[in-house]
């Protein structure tokens, strides 16, 4: 496990500018030390039938917010790969799921993890898809539990208790429910 992760922190990002455009690479754990460079990644949300979304709690050894709940699946695309590729990719490895995946907006973000000193500074790719019956089968290594909740109740309960959750899923969330069309 602890050597999966460390492979993880040696991957390439592709670093971009405020427009997304790409202006190099770097791994993942040089673009996330403080105070983070800008780099491409991309958040997954997957709605069910009755419009609830599958959130994730981030297993503990998660570099960056570890055991906050976060959407579906995140993470990075390699240098010149399209970001629904790589959240395919992903999506398989963490909750072995495959989902027909949309890209319905991008957004940056910076956040601060004061559990661990690394920090987000991502142009951030949002990715929708629709899954039916099949229950998720998760990898304990990337997340610690998972839920489906309904948006509404979701929302609620974010601002109740923000600290549970990363600093991303609101607009996340915001942007994947305005676009999901059931």
Wanted: charged share 25%; with cysteine.
């Amino acid at each position: 496990m602890t050597e999966k992760l460390a492979d993880r922190e040696t991957m390439l990002v592709e670093l971009v500018d405020d427009s997304g455009t790409a202006i190099g690479a770097s791994s993942v754990a040089d673009a996330h030390r403080p105070p983070g460079t800008l780099h491409r990644a991309f958040s997954v949300l997957l709605f069910d039938r009755r419009g609830h979304v599958l959130l994730q709690q981030r297993a503990a050894v998660k570099t960056r917010f570890p055991l906050q709940w976060a959407n579906t699946c995140c993470g990075h695309p390699t240098p010149g790969q399209p970001a629904t590729e790589a959240a395919g990719i992903r999506l398989g490895e963490e909750f072995g799921m495959t989902a027909e995946l949309t890209e319905v907006d991008a957004f940056t973000y910076r956040a601060g993890d004061e559990t661990t000193g690394r920090v987000e500074y991502e142009y951030d790719h949002v990715l929708i898809g629709e899954v039916g019956d099949l229950p998720p089968r998760p990898d304990p290594a990337e997340i610690a539990c998972w839920a489906w909740i309904s948006p509404t109740t979701l929302r609620a309960d974010m601002t109740e208790n923000p600290a549970k959750y990363t600093p991303w899923l609101a607009e996340v969330l915001a942007i994947a429910t305005a676009a999901h069309r059931p």
